[in-house]
């Protein structure tokens, strides 16, 4: 099976597209308005771009009355936002989250979560999280699409903070991912959680390049 997106109707009757490149993690953000509402919400599109400085981006589409993401206008407005880790103990909060509510909602309140103060951003960030990444917004990059729905606003930020809670952390000082349990997107309506772990090693690789993928510091 093979088809053209651009010009041909897809054969099967739910879209591949987004059940290929998986799993992908959540960008569960935190945002706050000039006024001061705070908002909440996950994003599938979400990566890490580089380590030195550590960046991050987030892809997001319009909402479906063809207007922009609060994320993305908070963002922009304040030069702040705040990734959240989601896990699978959280799943219920982060589909709540997920949900197109007006602008003067709280969010946070509305998934049923606690707000803590940052150290660095003027957002809040999710109590129950065990990870959080302060952000400083760098940019937006605006790509058209084929409808208002499509259009999508690629936002940059650099990592200013990390905060990771200590009971979350290995005797080695790692991620203890599979306690952790981090959420991921597999498009459709499916999801997954990270229960397995296996190491797998570069042949040859050694010294400065070994570390770097490792993560030492």
């Known amino acids: 099976?093979?088809?053209?997106?651009?010009?041909?109707?897809?054969?099967?009757?739910?879209?591949?597209?987004?059940?290929?490149?998986?799993?992908?993690?959540?960008?569960?953000?935190?945002?706050?308005?000039?006024?001061?509402?705070?908002?909440?919400?996950?994003?599938?599109?979400?990566?890490?771009?580089?380590?030195?400085?550590?960046?991050?981006?987030?892809?997001?589409?319009?909402?479906?009355?063809?207007?922009?993401?609060?994320?993305?206008?908070?963002?922009?407005?304040?030069?702040?936002?705040?990734?959240?880790?989601?896990?699978?103990?959280?799943?219920?909060?982060?589909?709540?989250?997920?949900?197109?509510?007006?602008?003067?909602?709280?969010?946070?309140?509305?998934?049923?979560?606690?707000?803590?103060?940052?150290?660095?951003?003027?957002?809040p960030r999710v109590k129950e999280s065990p990870a959080h990444f302060e952000c400083r917004y760098l940019s937006t990059h605006r790509l058209p699409g084929n409808s208002p729905h499509g259009w999508v606003e690629v936002v940059y930020g650099e990592v200013v903070r990390i905060h990771v809670d200590d009971s979350v952390l290995t005797k080695d000082g790692k991620m203890d991912i599979k306690k952790i349990r981090p959420l991921a997107r597999l498009g459709y309506y499916d999801y997954t959680s990270v229960t397995d772990v296996f190491e797998m090693r570069i042949p040859g690789a050694s010294g400065a390049a070994a570390d770097g993928l490792e993560g030492k510091k």
């Open 1 to 123: 099976m093979h088809y053209d997106p651009r010009n041909d109707t897809c054969p099967l009757p739910y879209s591949p597209f987004k059940s290929c490149t998986v799993p992908r993690p959540i960008g569960w953000l935190s945002t706050i308005s000039p006024k001061g509402v705070v908002n909440l919400a996950p994003y599938s599109q979400w990566q890490n771009l580089t380590f030195d400085p550590p960046m991050v981006m987030f892809a997001a589409n319009q909402l479906s009355s063809g207007e922009r993401k609060h994320t993305v206008v908070n963002a922009e407005e304040t030069g702040w936002f705040v990734w959240n880790m989601a896990t699978y103990d959280l799943r219920d909060a982060v589909n709540i989250s997920a949900m197109e509510v007006p602008a003067d909602v709280n969010e946070f309140e509305q998934a049923g979560v606690t707000a803590i103060p940052s150290i660095d951003a003027p957002c």
